[in-house]
């Protein structure tokens, strides 16, 4: 998920190396982040968990709201499930309303890849017409990409493994290096933990953190206006 205009442009690990999952999978069945700007709570970052059929299916959610003197001045709003059979991606769709500009990605793992449909939509005003005669303009484009793509959606601790992730907004191949940290203390919403720093650079930049079971902990990034967004977990 990572974000246009950057709101979003935009056993223990240790410095030997990435931290390495438990064989218990480490997650409730929610597990959800307030996003913090300057001070301000701009919204939550949420996650479902479910098992069914020997596949796990993951939902994202997240809605963000920014605020100037108590007006909203951007709003980002992005769900996205994704459905994983024995560890490998099976079937993504999202939807996005980057502040009024929408886009949709479908994904699917057949023949040997990663089957790809995505659409960007665009408001256009037509000439001499009012902002209520605006029209949806936008198409799908197909695209087959490496079947062992990961989506960028940040809990799977596998992606820190990865030198290209799936962006689960533009359905677009992310380039991506990540940097294993050393082990700090994450301060969650009602207590604090310890947990191993990532550093992600390349189409993604930012901080994440994952703790000694592989849950993500924390997520921090820089913004286009130079103030950092950061992730507290609620728990």
């Known amino acids: 998920m990572m974000f246009r205009r950057s709101l979003l442009i935009g056993a223990a690990a240790c410095l030997a190396g990435p931290a390495r999952a438990t064989g218990t999978f480490p997650y409730a069945p929610v597990h959800s982040f307030a996003a913090w700007r300057s001070g301000q709570r701009i919204g939550t970052h949420a996650l479902a968990f479910a098992e069914t ?5 993951v939902t994202t959610t997240i809605d963000f709201a920014v605020r100037a003197v108590g007006l909203v001045v951007y709003r980002y709003r992005h769900v996205c499930t994704e459905t994983l ?20 990605v479908e994904a699917r ?18 000439a001499g017409g009012s902002p209520d005669e605006a029209a949806q303009q936008g198409g799908w484009t197909s695209e087959t990409l490496p079947a062992d793509l990961l989506p960028s959606t940040h809990w799977n601790i596998e992606q ?3 030198g290209a992730l799936l962006n689960s907004q533009t359905g677009t191949i992310a380039k991506v290096t990540i940097v294993p940290g050393p082990r700090e203390t994450v ?9 191993s720093r990532y550093t992600y650079t390349g189409d993604i930049r930012m901080n994440q953190w994952f703790d000694e079971r592989g849950r993500w902990v ?7 206006d130079g103030s950092t967004i950061e992730y507290i977990l609620q728990e």
């Open 187 to 195: 301060r969650t919403v009602g207590s604090s933990l310890e947990a």
């Open 218 to 224: 924390k997520s921090a990034f820089q913004v286009f």
């Open 85 to 104: 059979s024995t560890g490998a991606l099976a079937a993504l769709t999202s939807q996005t309303d980057d502040d009024g500009v929408a886009a949709a």
């Open 160 to 162: 820190v493994r990865r």
């Open 109 to 126: 793992a057949g023949g040997g890849g990663l089957a790809v449909r995505r659409r960007n939509t665009k408001v256009v005003v037509k």
């Open 53 to 57: 059929g020997g596949q796990r299916q």
